[in-house]
């Protein structure tokens, strides 16, 4: 294998490297984790807050059943006085009669404000169920999901290993001066080589003088494109 063959394949092996390291550290940037993790946050929020609801309105009921009992003791102890016979003012019977329907009126709106809060702690449960159920969806989902990136980075970083030996074994087969210039036009240029198609150069799709492309394809020494400066190279296969 030419030299100017070994420099086409490290190129190539160096573009295979910085591939696979900008899926790396697209990899590594990803917002999906925290996106997720995110939500999850949010719906271990949500349960919380709605366990928080549900004791407060366990607290409304046992004040309404303390109420309602109340309530009831009174209207007991005035129909006691009102149908018992011991009360013969019509005044304090009149008052009486209107206060044993005024109790009645409350409890009715007692019993309905309890049973609205048994309602609303059936709701409360179910959706706290419904959003632990989420949740725990969630985290599966979210733990298959990094077996599978944590398992895609491995193959990732294994062929990331194996581009880097392929291209230290292809740089000691190469001349020093030579890695020297494809470094140095590297630096410069996001490729270093470039391919000479119908003579043109694929680089900077100039035509390239025939003297120059005939220097080439010797292979004895390195030439650069005289308008974008890239190395250039002659695949005999494609003329072939």
């Not at 790396?24 to 928080?52: G, P, W």
Request: aromatic content about 6%; proline content about 0%; some cysteine.
């Amino acid at each position: 294998m030419g030299q100017l063959e070994l420099l086409w394949n490290l190129q190539e092996h160096n573009q295979r490297l910085d591939y696979i390291n900008l899926q790396i550290d697209k990899l590594n940037k990803s917002k999906f984790n925290e996106r997720v993790e995110d939500n999850i946050k949010k719906l271990e929020y949500s349960i919380e807050r709605d366990k928080a609801n549900l004791v407060k309105n366990d607290e409304k009921m046992r004040k309404g059943d303390i109420k309602l009992k109340e309530l009831n003791y009174q209207l007991s102890e005035i129909d006691k006085d009102l149908y018992g016979g011991n009360i013969t003012d019509l005044k304090q019977l009149d008052f009486m009669d209107k206060e044993s329907n005024r109790l009645k009126e409350e409890i009715n709106c007692c019993e309905l404000e309890i049973l609205s809060l048994m309602e609303e702690a059936e709701n409360i449960k179910s959706a706290i169920e419904d959003i632990k159920f989420q949740h725990g969806d969630m985290i599966k989902e979210f733990e298959k999901h990094k077996i599978k990136a944590k398992s895609y980075e491995d193959r990732l970083i294994k062929k990331a290993n194996q581009e880097r030996e392929t291209i230290r074994e292809i740089t000691t087969k190469i001349k020093k001066e030579f890695l020297k210039t494809y470094d140095i036009v590297k630096s410069n240029k996001e490729n270093a080589l470039a391919k000479i198609n119908n003579n043109e150069c694929s680089g900077c799709h100039m035509i390239i003088p025939m003297y120059l492309i005939d220097k080439v394809k010797n292979e004895e020494e390195l030439h650069l494109c005289e308008h974008c400066g890239r190395i250039l190279y002659y695949d005999k296969i494609d003329e072939s």
